[in-house]
C-alpha cells in the first residue's frame, strides 16, 4: 500500500488521490500543501540559480549519524546517461551489442542508488535537505 506524499499516512490503492507523477496523497488537502510546497521550492531553486548559487543535497543518515553531500547535477547527469543507455539498450535489441548498454544502464542506476544510502551503515533510512553554495572557480 502506498504511502501519503505529504503526511506519511497508508493510502488504500483506489481511495488514494495521485498527481500522476508517482506521488499518492490521503485527501485533497495533503495534495494541495504538498503541491504549493513543491512550488516554493522550484521558485526558491530559481532564484538561487539566478544568483549563480549551486544546489548540494546534504544526506544525513538517521541510523548511524554520517554526513554527506552530492550535487544534484550529478544525480540528474547519472538518470538521463541511465535513461540514454536504456533505450540504445532497446532500440538495438537483436544486436549483440544492445546488452552491453542494458549493463551500463543498470550500472548508473546502482551508482544513484549508491548516493541515496548511507556510505558508512548501508541505510536507506536517510534525510535529504538542499543546501546552496555561491559557485568557486
Request: charged letters at 30%; hydrophobic letters at 25%; proline letters at 3%.
Amino acid at each position: 500500500m502506498p504511502n501519503c506524499a505529504q503526511c506519511g499516512k497508508q493510502v488504500g490503492v483506489f481511495s488514494a488521490k495521485s498527481d500522476f507523477s508517482g506521488n499518492s496523497f490521503c485527501s485533497d488537502e495533503c495534495k494541495s500543501k504538498f503541491t504549493e510546497k513543491k512550488n516554493k521550492e522550484k521558485e526558491t531553486e530559481k532564484e538561487m540559480m539566478s544568483k549563480g548559487m549551486i544546489k548540494e543535497i546534504k544526506c544525513k543518515c538517521n541510523q548511524c549519524g554520517d554526513v554527506w553531500h552530492y550535487l544534484e547535477e550529478d544525480e540528474k547527469k547519472l538518470k538521463s546517461q541511465s535513461m540514454s543507455n536504456a533505450m540504445i539498450g532497446c532500440g538495438m535489441c537483436c544486436n549483440p551489442f544492445g546488452a552491453l548498454f542494458s549493463n551500463k544502464s543498470i550500472d548508473l542506476q546502482r551508482e544513484m542508488d549508491k548516493m541515496k544510502k548511507c556510505p558508512k551503515c548501508n541505510s536507506t533510512d536517510v534525510t535529504r535537505t538542499p543546501t546552496y553554495h555561491a559557485k568557486r572557480t
